[in-house]
């Protein structure tokens, strides 16, 4: 059974780089067929897609909203998937899941992780 776990820092100032770390157990985040995802919820909103790593070649895709900022990588070594924004701003309190799937369809949600973005 698939397990996904996001880890991060709680609190980033403003301006600084957010980063999250998604873990995976019981599947290969360079195997899975849909690929992996980073999703997000702002506090009293919608969920926001954030972007997508495929697993055969590690090629991401990033909402263009965010793709200035936005850095999605991983390391099959440790069978993680990582999750960068820069110069954040208050905006970006969120809270983070990773999952598995794509196009807007997920199998898989880790449990999530609160990120505050304040000075």
């Known amino acids: 059974q698939v397990q996904l776990q996001e880890s991060g820092p709680g609190l980033v100032k403003p301006s600084q780089t957010l980063s999250v770390v998604c873990t995976v157990t019981?599947?290969?985040?360079?195997?899975?067929?849909?690929?992996w995802s980073w999703i997000r919820q702002p506090p009293g909103k919608g969920l926001e897609w954030i972007g997508h790593?495929?697993?055969?070649?590690?090629?991401?895709d990033v909402n263009p909203s965010l793709k200035s900022r936005t850095s999605i990588s991983r390391d099959t070594s440790k069978n993680q998937i990582f999750l960068q924004l820069t110069s954040v701003i208050p905006e970006d309190t969120a809270v983070y899941y990773c999952?598995?799937?794509?196009?807007?369809?997920?199998?898989?949600w880790g449990q999530g992780t609160q990120v505050t973005v304040s000075s």
């Open positions: 019981g599947d290969s985040i360079t195997t899975a067929v849909s690929g």
């Open positions: 790593i495929h697993s055969s070649n590690g090629k991401t």
């Open positions: 999952a598995r799937g794509g196009d807007y369809t997920y199998d898989s």
